[in-house]
Protein backbone atom coordinates (compact mmCIF):
# COMPACT_ATOMS: atom_id res chain seq x y z
CA UNK A 1 0.00 0.00 0.00
CA UNK A 2 1.21 3.42 -0.65
CA UNK A 3 2.67 5.65 1.95
CA UNK A 4 1.09 8.77 1.01
CA UNK A 5 -2.65 8.60 -1.08
CA UNK A 6 -4.34 11.81 -2.36
CA UNK A 7 -8.14 11.20 -3.29
CA UNK A 8 -9.32 12.09 -5.78
CA UNK A 9 -6.49 11.08 -8.62
CA UNK A 10 -8.78 13.44 -10.93
CA UNK A 11 -11.21 16.35 -11.13
CA UNK A 12 -13.21 18.21 -13.86
CA UNK A 13 -15.15 21.00 -11.80
CA UNK A 14 -17.01 24.37 -13.23
CA UNK A 15 -15.81 27.73 -11.95
CA UNK A 16 -16.81 28.65 -8.52
CA UNK A 17 -17.48 25.14 -7.31
CA UNK A 18 -16.13 24.32 -4.17
CA UNK A 19 -13.39 21.54 -3.90
CA UNK A 20 -11.63 19.25 -1.51
CA UNK A 21 -8.77 17.43 -2.44
CA UNK A 22 -7.52 14.89 0.88
CA UNK A 23 -4.42 14.00 1.74
CA UNK A 24 -3.46 10.51 4.08
CA UNK A 25 -0.25 9.17 5.04
CA UNK A 26 0.72 6.05 7.24
CA UNK A 27 4.61 6.71 7.39
CA UNK A 28 3.45 8.87 10.65
CA UNK A 29 5.67 11.54 10.03
CA UNK A 30 4.51 14.94 11.58
CA UNK A 31 5.35 17.46 8.72
CA UNK A 32 2.78 17.80 5.72
CA UNK A 33 3.17 19.93 2.75
CA UNK A 34 0.37 20.82 -0.62
CA UNK A 35 2.29 21.72 -3.64
CA UNK A 36 0.84 22.32 -6.53
CA UNK A 37 2.85 22.21 -10.19
CA UNK A 38 2.16 23.99 -13.24
CA UNK A 39 4.09 23.31 -16.79
CA UNK A 40 7.35 25.85 -16.56
CA UNK A 41 6.62 26.66 -13.23
CA UNK A 42 8.29 23.67 -11.19
CA UNK A 43 6.70 22.69 -7.85
CA UNK A 44 5.09 25.81 -5.70
CA UNK A 45 4.19 25.84 -1.99
CA UNK A 46 0.56 26.28 -1.06
CA UNK A 47 0.61 25.15 2.50
CA UNK A 48 2.71 23.45 4.95
CA UNK A 49 1.64 22.04 8.52
CA UNK A 50 4.18 20.94 11.07
CA UNK A 51 1.76 19.22 13.08
CA UNK A 52 -2.21 19.31 13.81
CA UNK A 53 -1.84 22.87 15.11
CA UNK A 54 0.38 24.30 13.41
CA UNK A 55 -0.38 25.27 9.60
CA UNK A 56 1.34 27.92 7.40
CA UNK A 57 0.78 29.65 4.40
CA UNK A 58 3.30 29.32 1.49
CA UNK A 59 4.19 30.83 -1.65
CA UNK A 60 0.99 30.44 -3.36
CA UNK A 61 -1.67 30.41 -0.78
CA UNK A 62 -4.41 32.66 -1.95
CA UNK A 63 -7.32 31.11 -3.28
CA UNK A 64 -7.01 28.01 -1.19
CA UNK A 65 -7.24 27.37 2.72
CA UNK A 66 -6.36 23.78 4.25
CA UNK A 67 -7.47 21.70 7.60
CA UNK A 68 -5.14 19.17 9.18
CA UNK A 69 -7.58 16.72 10.87
CA UNK A 70 -5.54 14.12 12.34
CA UNK A 71 -1.27 13.96 12.14
CA UNK A 72 -2.08 11.88 9.02
CA UNK A 73 -4.82 13.94 7.00
CA UNK A 74 -4.32 17.05 5.25
CA UNK A 75 -7.10 18.54 2.80
CA UNK A 76 -6.81 21.41 0.55
CA UNK A 77 -9.77 23.41 -0.65
CA UNK A 78 -10.25 25.80 -2.91
CA UNK A 79 -13.54 27.95 -1.95
CA UNK A 80 -14.49 29.12 -5.22
CA UNK A 81 -12.79 27.30 -8.20
CA UNK A 82 -11.27 29.28 -11.13
CA UNK A 83 -9.20 28.11 -13.81
CA UNK A 84 -6.01 29.35 -13.39
CA UNK A 85 -5.91 26.73 -10.22
CA UNK A 86 -6.03 24.00 -13.05
CA UNK A 87 -3.05 22.45 -12.22
CA UNK A 88 -1.16 18.86 -10.75
CA UNK A 89 -1.25 19.07 -7.21
CA UNK A 90 1.03 17.14 -4.89
CA UNK A 91 0.71 16.27 -0.85
CA UNK A 92 3.96 15.93 0.58
CA UNK A 93 4.99 14.20 3.86
CA UNK A 94 8.38 14.50 5.64
CA UNK A 95 9.77 13.83 9.46
CA UNK A 96 11.10 16.47 11.65
CA UNK A 97 14.10 14.87 12.80
CA UNK A 98 15.99 14.10 9.69
CA UNK A 99 18.46 16.18 8.67
CA UNK A 100 17.91 16.35 4.98
CA UNK A 101 14.36 17.50 5.14
CA UNK A 102 13.56 14.99 2.96
CA UNK A 103 10.15 15.00 1.40
CA UNK A 104 8.12 12.16 0.41
CA UNK A 105 5.50 12.64 -2.33
CA UNK A 106 1.61 11.01 -3.04
CA UNK A 107 0.69 10.35 -6.51
CA UNK A 108 -1.09 13.74 -7.21
CA UNK A 109 -4.44 15.37 -8.29
CA UNK A 110 -5.02 16.49 -11.77
CA UNK A 111 -7.82 19.05 -11.31
CA UNK A 112 -9.22 20.47 -14.40
CA UNK A 113 -11.58 24.27 -13.83
CA UNK A 114 -13.77 24.75 -16.53
CA UNK B 1 14.94 34.77 -1.92
CA UNK B 2 16.81 31.74 -2.42
CA UNK B 3 16.32 29.84 -5.96
CA UNK B 4 17.50 26.76 -7.74
CA UNK B 5 18.59 26.97 -11.25
CA UNK B 6 18.39 23.55 -13.28
CA UNK B 7 19.46 23.31 -16.87
CA UNK B 8 19.07 22.03 -19.07
CA UNK B 9 15.58 22.47 -19.47
CA UNK B 10 15.40 19.65 -21.64
CA UNK B 11 17.65 16.54 -22.94
CA UNK B 12 16.94 14.46 -25.50
CA UNK B 13 19.31 11.51 -25.95
CA UNK B 14 20.18 8.16 -27.03
CA UNK B 15 20.45 5.12 -25.26
CA UNK B 16 24.04 4.34 -24.24
CA UNK B 17 25.11 8.38 -23.63
CA UNK B 18 26.31 9.65 -20.78
CA UNK B 19 24.62 13.16 -19.53
CA UNK B 20 25.19 15.30 -16.74
CA UNK B 21 22.55 18.27 -15.22
CA UNK B 22 23.14 20.81 -13.40
CA UNK B 23 21.13 22.87 -9.99
CA UNK B 24 22.77 26.11 -9.21
CA UNK B 25 21.98 28.75 -6.87
CA UNK B 26 23.56 31.87 -5.25
CA UNK B 27 22.27 30.64 -1.46
CA UNK B 28 24.12 28.11 1.15
CA UNK B 29 21.64 24.98 1.43
CA UNK B 30 22.34 22.67 4.65
CA UNK B 31 21.55 19.68 2.25
CA UNK B 32 19.87 19.34 -1.70
CA UNK B 33 17.87 16.37 -2.77
CA UNK B 34 17.25 14.86 -6.09
CA UNK B 35 13.94 13.44 -7.33
CA UNK B 36 13.12 12.01 -10.32
CA UNK B 37 9.10 11.94 -11.41
CA UNK B 38 7.54 10.05 -14.14
CA UNK B 39 4.42 11.24 -16.05
CA UNK B 40 1.41 11.01 -13.91
CA UNK B 41 3.37 10.44 -10.69
CA UNK B 42 4.51 12.17 -7.38
CA UNK B 43 8.10 12.57 -7.45
CA UNK B 44 10.69 9.97 -5.58
CA UNK B 45 13.63 11.08 -3.69
CA UNK B 46 16.60 9.66 -5.23
CA UNK B 47 19.50 10.98 -3.10
CA UNK B 48 20.03 13.73 -0.18
CA UNK B 49 23.65 15.00 -0.37
CA UNK B 50 24.23 17.38 3.27
CA UNK B 51 28.32 18.05 2.95
CA UNK B 52 30.07 20.09 0.69
CA UNK B 53 32.14 18.25 -1.30
CA UNK B 54 30.40 14.94 -0.95
CA UNK B 55 29.44 12.78 -3.76
CA UNK B 56 27.13 9.68 -3.94
CA UNK B 57 26.58 6.98 -6.80
CA UNK B 58 23.46 5.10 -7.27
CA UNK B 59 23.99 2.37 -9.71
CA UNK B 60 24.61 4.32 -12.97
CA UNK B 61 23.67 7.78 -11.02
CA UNK B 62 26.75 10.13 -9.82
CA UNK B 63 25.37 13.33 -7.02
CA UNK B 64 27.97 15.75 -6.59
CA UNK B 65 27.19 18.56 -3.94
CA UNK B 66 29.47 21.62 -4.78
CA UNK B 67 31.93 22.19 -1.73
CA UNK B 68 30.12 25.81 -0.96
CA UNK B 69 27.18 23.81 -0.73
CA UNK B 70 25.34 26.28 -3.01
CA UNK B 71 25.01 23.72 -6.42
CA UNK B 72 25.06 20.16 -7.47
CA UNK B 73 25.10 18.46 -10.69
CA UNK B 74 23.60 14.85 -11.41
CA UNK B 75 25.66 12.39 -14.04
CA UNK B 76 23.76 9.52 -15.31
CA UNK B 77 26.21 7.22 -17.36
CA UNK B 78 25.34 4.92 -19.79
CA UNK B 79 21.61 6.34 -19.91
CA UNK B 80 18.76 3.77 -20.61
CA UNK B 81 15.11 4.48 -21.37
CA UNK B 82 14.25 3.91 -18.32
CA UNK B 83 16.19 6.68 -16.81
CA UNK B 84 13.82 9.16 -18.91
CA UNK B 85 11.59 11.30 -16.54
CA UNK B 86 11.51 15.15 -15.17
CA UNK B 87 14.72 15.37 -12.20
CA UNK B 88 14.12 17.91 -9.84
CA UNK B 89 16.92 19.51 -7.62
CA UNK B 90 16.01 20.66 -3.84
CA UNK B 91 17.71 22.41 -1.33
CA UNK B 92 17.14 23.18 2.55
CA UNK B 93 18.30 26.20 3.53
CA UNK B 94 21.11 26.95 5.58
CA UNK B 95 19.46 27.14 8.60
CA UNK B 96 16.60 25.25 7.72
CA UNK B 97 15.33 27.56 5.20
CA UNK B 98 11.25 28.23 6.49
CA UNK B 99 11.98 25.82 9.19
CA UNK B 100 13.01 23.12 6.77
CA UNK B 101 10.72 23.55 3.64
CA UNK B 102 12.58 22.77 0.75
CA UNK B 103 13.26 25.29 -2.84
CA UNK B 104 12.80 23.72 -5.41
CA UNK B 105 14.40 23.87 -9.30
CA UNK B 106 11.91 23.78 -11.81
CA UNK B 107 13.68 20.21 -13.71
CA UNK B 108 15.54 18.94 -16.26
CA UNK B 109 12.79 16.66 -18.42
CA UNK B 110 14.59 14.09 -19.87
CA UNK B 111 14.33 11.60 -22.75
CA UNK B 112 16.20 8.63 -23.67
CA UNK B 113 15.50 6.94 -26.76
CA UNK B 114 16.10 3.07 -27.47
Redesign the interface.
Known amino acids: DADVTQTPRNRITKTGKRIMLECSQTKGHDRMYWYRQDPGLGLRLIYYSFDVKDINKGEISDGYSVSRQAQAKFSLSLESAIPNQTALYFCATSERRTVGYEQFFGPGTRLTVL | TQLLEQSPQFLSIQEGENLTVYCNSSSVFS?L?W?RQEP??????LV???TGGEVKKLKRLTFQFGDARKDSSLHITAAQPGDTGLY?C?G?GRY?G?????I????TKLSVKP
Open positions: SQYGEGPVLTVVLAAGSQGNLFGKG
